[in-house]
C-alpha cells in the first residue's frame, strides 16, 4: 500500500505520469546526490532508445513493403 509521499502505480499511471519519473530514487533519499541513481537512469534512457529504433525500423519495413507493391 502506498504511502502519503508514495504513489501506486495505478496512481501514477492515472495521472500520466512518464516512466522516466517513477523510479524509486528520489532525491530526497540519496540527498540530492544525482550519481547515485546513475543505474536507475541508464536503464530507463537504454530502455527508450530501443524503443524508439525498433518504432523506425517498424515504419521502415512498412515503406518499404508499400513501395513493393
Known amino acids: 500500500m502506498a504511502s502519503s509521499t ?3 502505480q495505478t496512481e501514477l499511471k492515472a495521472n500520466k505520469v512518464p516512466l522516466g519519473w517513477r523510479d524509486k530514487c528520489s532525491a ?14 541508464h536503464v530507463y534512457e ?7 529504433r525498433m518504432k523506425a525500423l517498424s515504419k521502415q ?3 518499404a513493403a508499400e513501395e513493393a507493391e
Open 28 to 41: 530526497r533519499d540519496t540527498m540530492y546526490l544525482p550519481w547515485k541513481c546513475e543505474d536507475e537512469r
Open 46 to 52: 537504454k530502455t527508450t532508445s530501443y524503443v524508439r
Open 61 to 63: 519495413k512498412l515503406a
Open 6 to 8: 508514495t504513489a501506486s
